[in-house]
């Protein structure tokens, strides 16, 4: 679930940064002209479509009776991570504007910073993944 919020958070932000690049003029020309704006946009949509197929996954996983566990964690952290990489490229295309009231950004780049702590941290996850995948001794 917690996945799910993620990827559409990361999906929120990558729409309003492109929105925004093709709307924002500098120099008589569209900012998202500029690789500079471009790239960081598609890597974070890169990573949010590559989160978004670990949770398809996962639930396929679930859906056919399997035991998704290791699925789900890495679903959960890949898409917090990449929703919180989506954030960051929207202050930064928005410039000074992504911490304006109206634009939203700031507000919802607080938020989707909690879902790399909760309601599992990352470094849980790891020791998961570290302990049940790749069968390495508990570290806690």
């Known amino acids: ?23 924002r003029q500098v120099f008589d020309r569209p900012i998202g002209q500029n690789q500079g704006i471009q790239f960081p946009i598609a890597k ?10 670990m949770v398809k996954e996962a639930l396929a ?3 056919n009776g399997g035991n998704p566990g290791a699925e ?14 989506a954030a960051n490229v929207a202050v ?14 700031e507000r919802k780049f607080r938020e989707t910073r909690l879902y790399q702590v909760a309601p599992i941290s990352t470094n849980l996850i790891l020791s998961y993944l570290a302990e049940h995948v790749l069968d390495l001794p508990r570290s806690y």
Not at 72 to 85: G, I, P, R
């Open 61 to 63: 996983l679930y859906e």
């Open 92 to 105: 930064q295309t928005h410039g000074g504007f992504g911490f304006a009231e109206e634009y939203d950004i």
């Open 1 to 23: 679930l917690i996945a799910s919020e993620c990827i559409g958070d990361a999906k929120w932000f990558i729409e309003h940064s492109v929105a925004y690049a093709k709307d």
């Open 72 to 85: 789900a964690n890495m679903a959960k952290m890949l898409a917090a991570d990449a929703s919180n990489e």
């Open 44 to 53: 974070a949509y890169t990573n949010m479509r590559a989160a978004e197929l």
